[in-house]
């Protein structure tokens, strides 16, 4: 059973295209992570959902749009791609946020985005 | 400004060695995790430190938590080859997020 699942796991695209990627996790857990991960294998934080309502937005291009249509799905839509764009992108889960005393945080597979 | 800083970056070392992971951060916080990456897969969890003296140990991994010295610690004892991987350390400084570490890739050499 995969608790967190994103798809696709490879994406290959020309710059100035429009790409998705999808997540869903199956733990019952109200918020939802995007990271993007570059080739330094730096992680960094993009957004943060909470049952649906975005909770951190960490200065990233307004070409980059999450979408959460439930707690348990976490979407990202990437507009006019660019070559910097190029990274794995880790969709995570945990407990709710604001009501946890902790926030482990539970990994999906990576969707590894190359832009030419 | 709420930083997380790993050391080394790169580790090399012998199978059978013994060598810790440090994970500095910069203001208080008593809630902190170590995730394992194999090259092209996922995060997985490997502790959650949620206490100052905390102590957890999976085989031969154990973490350690010191909040008054903003320091943790991954110890490898007798290290073996399927160790072999990046660690990463997170802290939540209490912002609704964690705030990642920059990594230790960690290379077994028989």
Redesign the interface.
Known sequence: DTAVSQTPKYLVTQMGNDKSIKCEQNLGHDTM?WYKQDSK?????MF?YNNKEL??N?TVPNRFSPKSPDKAHLNLHINSLELGDSAVY?C?SSQD??GA??????????TRLTVL | ELKVEQNPLFLSMQEGKNYTIYCNYSTTSDRLYWYRQDPGKSLESLFVLLSNGAVKQEGRLMASLDTKARLSTLHITAAVHDLSATYFCAVDFGNEKLTFGTGTRLTIIP
């Open positions: 992570y294998k730096f992680l960094k934080i943060s909770i951190i960490e880790f995570a946020l604001r005393f902790y926030n482990e945080q539970f990994f999906g597979p990576g």
